[in-house]
Structures are given as C-alpha cells and as structure tokens.
C-alpha cells in the first residue's frame, strides 16, 4: 500500500489553488483539508470539488489532523501558522519567502529542526533543471576562479497603476523584492554562496506607489565573490518571469536561464562531457519527467521532494527553513540599506 | 474603425468530422519557444507587425494547411478582422481558439488578487449592475462565469469558421488536478450548444485526462498533448501515452512534437507520424524553408 500523507492547504491564492491542483494529481496524498477567508474561491471548492472546506487554519488541523500543511497566504501570517502546525507536530511546506523578520525565520528552523519535523519553502527554481546543472557545475569549479556573477530577473506584473491587494503593499510582504527578487536571492545562496554584504541598493518605483517595482544590487557572498542584483517586475517586454543567472571565471562563463544552459569553456573539466568553447543544453535534455504536470515541472518536483521528505523522515533536505531564513537575511540587507 | 465584413459560418450540424493531418499553431508569433527564452525574443521582435504574421500564415495556406489553431491574444483580434476582410482568400479557413491567453491572467492574479483579475477580465461591468445582487450572485454560478469568460474569448471570432474551440493546457489540467470534473463537461456542452463547435482539450496529462473524459461519457473527446519522441512533457511517461493512443477512442492532435526544438526534425516527425491513434499534428514554425519543409515530410511520411 502506498504511504498516505493527509495533506491540509491553508490559503488558496495563486500558489495554494495551483498546489492544491498538484496535490491533487499525487498519489501519496490524501487531501484532507482546504481554508481559506474568501467566500468566493471557497464557494467554488465546496461546489466542484471533493474538498473538506474551513475559513480558521486551527480549526483544521484539529479537525482534520493532517500530517502535513501547505501554507500559501500573505507572507506576514507564514510566522503564526508555521508556529502553530510545529505545536501540532505537523510537517510544513511554506511559501518564499518564508517570514518578514530574518531572526523569526531562524527561529522558526531551529523550532522545526527540533521537533523533527519535515519543513520546505517553495523556492522552486531549485527543482528546474538547467539550475541543477548550473549549480553543480559551479560546485565542481568548472568555471575556474569566479570573479563575478550577475543575478537577473524580469517580467510584466505591475505595468501600469491599478487597484492594490497585498502584493501592494510592503508590511504584508508585497513588492518586487519579496515576491521576484527573493527567488534570485535565493538562487544566489543556493548555487554561489551566502549573501553577507550588500552595497549600492536602488529599490525604485515605477508605477507602484507603495512598493518597489524594481531592486537593484551589488552582492557581496563570504567567500568573497560579489556580483549584481538586477530584477524589475514591471518590464513589458517580457512574456512572464524569466529569471537568469551569469557567471564568469578563470575558465569561462556560465549563462543560465530556466530553459537553456550555455557554457563557454577555456579548458575541458575532467569527466564532463562539456566540450571547449560554446557548448549548449535545452531544459529538454535536463528536466526530470514528472507524473502530473500544471505551469512547470518544478512545481511537482519540489512537491514530490516534500512527500519523499517526509516518507524518508528526511529533515535536512533542499529549500529548508535555515536555507530560506539566509534569503530573508539578505533581503532585510537589502530593505535596510536603503 | 475597420469596415465589418463576415464571411458565412461553414458549420454543419456536426463540428467537424475529421480535421486536417496538419495544423499550423501560433507560438512563435507571440515568443512562445519551450527551448530558448532568448530565441523568444527574436521571434517577438520578427512578428512585430499583424504582417508579418498574415504573411506567415499565407505561406502555411499555399502549403495546403488551412487550419490555425492559436490563443486568444489579444493580437489575434487583428488576424480576424484581416481574415473577414478578405473572404474570397480564406473560403475554406478555419480557426481553432484556444482559450484563454493564460499570461494575461496569471500576470494579473499576481498582482490583483483571483477577485481582482475576474473583475477586470469579466466582460461589461456584470459584477456591478448586469446581474441582480451582482457578484455574490454570480460568483456562485460557476458555468454561467464560465459561459461568460467563454464569450468574451470567443467576440473577436465572430464570422469565422471555428469548429473547434480549446481550453488551454493550464486550464484543463488546473480543473483536472482539482477534480473540479463538472467544469469540463460543462465546457464541452456550452461550446456545443451555443458555438456549435467541437469541445477540444489541451493537456500535459493525457492519460489522466483521457480517463477522466471517458468516466465523464464524453465521447471521442479531441485531445491535443505534447507527443514527441524523448518524451517530453509527457506526463506520467511515454509508454503510457503510447497505450492511452492504441487503445482509447480519443481524437488527438500531437503538439510539441519536437520536444521543445531538440528533437532533429526528421527524427520528431518519423516518430508522430508512425504513431496509432493520432489524427492530426500540431506544429509552428517562423521560417517559410521550416514550414514548407516539415508540411512536405508530415505528408510524406503519412502517405507511405
């Protein structure tokens, strides 16, 4: 018999509905329980869908008893609800970023870690394969010395003035820099090191009047590298987010987005099929299949992650809470230096 | 304001009893390119003008495609104002829309919120004074939201033959994932009754989707999926498409048969075209050499 997770979602926004649609699709788990405050989206699961409905999180996991929750809701109340489902020893998959306040987020790790529970945050380019191999590469040292890297991210959220909800607003954790440049922030940490210094901070408006549409950077990691932060929300020119990472060394250059891979080498690295010069691979050829497929294959891979976290009682896995409390810590560098 | 002109609604009684082997998609008009966000961006900038795009499409016609299957952008608009001005040059041209252009939402539920983008997107002001008590009326009529957000995608077709009409891969595999099964079957009847089209789905979940279609008793439901030779974007694996083709009744159209453009071209074609159970192949392509040469090897290979 397959190992069954009762899976509860709290907050159905655009991130809990897609998780809950990919949950859904997933053998492992049982969903048996759905809350969310807003009558219209929760009209529609009770109608269409075989879903358990609450409006109070508590009262769903003491109803429902889930072995593990989804929290997908306005970054301010990730902290509280964390809290209480570690009280209930339930297993946490949050939402990036996972708190406002870097010491909560650490807090919050070594609370989780103690009480042995899985927890993950949904930094999902970890699970896209081109950011694998980028950060194996540079894991390997394949790039030789690295002396600069340059960290961008663009796409078309906010281009024009228009009505506000809390991605508007930058108590609640709305802005560019919350929502599209922790994933980059986040990218850095994972594959280049962590973020102890920044310098030269813009955080500008562009048709937002309470939040950044656009944050830019220079970086500086422990081991000494530095690079820039380039990210901006509101550039037209871009179909949806597209994220990319370029880094150069003694021994070449690395340029990776989520659907190509090219690196141009100096030298061969040993026993690595990459040839000198150009060499070029497509997410095709990179990315894992997975059983059901909504927006992205990363979305089921780091959800499969979570499930075979918690089969394998593995508690020290990719994207935990410590992981992201170092991306929250850089994002108040950045937020403070302002 | 350009002049209106229609052409008459070939539609029969029944939508459409076998559609073309071929039928052009529209990706790389609007920087649609699975392989290379860089490559996107040429193609963006290659189709700047509703010309270019006519040109491209003109290309494909004398080629023999008369099929267009491409989402309901908003620049698609323009296509079909060009396409009702000229009827004598599309006599025989069908569109398939392909419902909705899903960026459009997605940017704008980022940023307002699910409630925001469905008041922005809804047509008229129905969530003010069309309907009584508004949107907490309506937003409990989910077929009836679903009927109207049908009809807005559907104005800008009007006069042109569309005997299919898809909901997008997001979309379908969104209520397939939700178990939100209702919300298909209504689909497929509204687009029935009130377009007098075929209901088609677009899916990365063909078997999944195939069963559920099957339980719901919608026969020989046209399916379009990514079907390609490395197995790319087939979820829940090759082998288990390739069983759902042989042994379902299902009316597929292979789409991504080059693998997101990794597949040699040759090699992608060899593959679909030997394959049970497909009925029609989806492809794009920019180039006039592209799209001649791989409407020839589609037809050749099937002749043989």
Not at chain 1, 193 to 220: M, P
């Amino acid at each position: 018999m397959e190992y069954n997770i009762r899976l509860g979602i709290i907050g159905l926004g655009k991130m809990g509905i897609s998780h809950l649609a990919i949950a859904g699709g997933n053998t492992s788990i049982e969903i048996v329980g759905v809350c969310d405050t807003s009558k219209m989206v929760m009209g529609f699961i009770e109608k269409q869908t075989p879903y358990k409905v609450y409006d109070d999180f508590r009262l769903m996991i003491k109803e429902a008893k889930p072995t593990a929750v989804i929290i997908s809701v306005p970054t301010k109340f990730h902290a509280e609800m964390i809290q209480e489902s570690i009280d209930n020893n339930v297993h946490i998959f949050s939402e990036k970023p996972l708190s406002l306040d870097a010491e909560v987020s650490l807090q919050l790790a070594v609370k989780a870690e103690k009480a042995g529970l899985v927890h993950q945050v949904g930094y999902h380019n970890h699970f896209i394969g081109t950011f694998i191999e980028m950060a194996r590469l540079i894991k390997k040292g394949a790039l030789g010395d690295m002396y600069h890297f340059k960290a961008e991210a663009y796409g078309p959220v906010v281009t024009k003035s228009k009505d506000s909800t809390w991605r508007s607003k930058p108590d609640e954790g709305g802005g560019c820099l919350y929502d599209y440049a922790s994933h980059v922030i986040d990218l850095v940490n994972y594959s280049l090191g962590e973020i102890v210094k920044v310098s030269g901070v813009e955080l500008k408006k562009i048709y937002s009047k309470e939040v950044e549409d656009a944050v830019y950077s220079t970086l500086h990691l422990q081991s000494g590298l530095s690079g820039i932060l380039s990210v901006n929300w509101s550039d037209a020119t871009y179909r949806k987010m597209s994220t990319k990472i370029t880094v150069l060394g003694t021994n070449g250059k690395l340029i990776v987005d989520a659907t190509e891979l090219k690196l141009y080498l100096n030298e061969t690295v040993k026993d690595e099929i990459y040839e000198i010069g150009w060499n070029t691979r497509s997410i095709g050829t990179l990315q894992h299949p997975v059983d059901f497929y909504l927006r992205g294959e990363e979305y089921s891979a780091q959800l499969d992650y979570f499930v075979e976290s918690i089969k394998r009682n593995r508690t020290t896995g990719q994207n935990s809470f410590k992981d992201a409390a170092k991306t929250d810590r850089a994002i108040s560098l950045i937020r403070k230096s302002n | 304001m350009l002049p209106k002109q229609t052409v008459p609604f070939h539609s029969s009684e029944k939508a459409i009893d076998r559609m073309e082997r071929i039928l052009f998609g529209d990706n790389q008009f609007f920087g649609v390119n699975h392989a290379s966000d860089e490559k996107s961006r040429e193609q963006l900038m290659k189709f700047k003008t509703d010309a270019s795009i006519i040109k491209t499409l003109d290309i494909v016609k004398s080629a023999g495609v008369q099929t267009f299957m491409c989402t309901t952008h908003d620049r698609i608009l323009h296509i079909c104002e060009y396409i009702r001005q000229h009827p004598d040059n599309y006599k025989a041209y069908k569109i398939y829309p392909c419902m909705p252009y899903a960026h459009k939402y997605a940017n704008a539920v980022t940023e307002l919120g699910i409630v925001g983008a469905l008041k922005a997107y809804m047509p008229g002001n129905i969530f003010t004074t069309a309907f009584k008590g508004g949107m907490a009326y309506l937003s409990d009529d989910h077929e009836k939201m679903m009927e109207l957000l049908v009809d807005a995608e559907m104005k800008m077709f009007h006069g042109i033959d569309t005997p299919v009409i898809f909901l997008q891969n997001v979309v379908t595999d969104l209520l397939l994932g939700l178990k939100a099964y209702g919300l298909l079957a209504s689909f497929h009847a509204y687009v029935k009754k009130k377009y007098r089209a075929e209901a088609g789905f677009i899916t990365m979940n063909l078997p999944l989707l195939s069963d559920v279609l099957e339980n719901l008793g919608i026969e020989q439901p046209i399916i379009c999926a990514s079907i390609n030779k490395e197995g790319f974007r087939m979820s829940g694996g090759k082998h288990a498409y390739e069983k759902v083709l042989a042994e379902k009744k299902n009316r597929v159209i292979a789409m991504q048969i080059f693998g997101g453009g990794f597949i040699s071209p040759k090699e992608a074609v060899e593959y679909v075209v030997n394959l049970e159970g497909v009925e029609s192949i989806l492809f794009g392509a920019s180039s006039a050499a592209n799209i001649v040469q791989t409407i020839e090897w589609i037809n050749k290979r099937s002749s043989e």
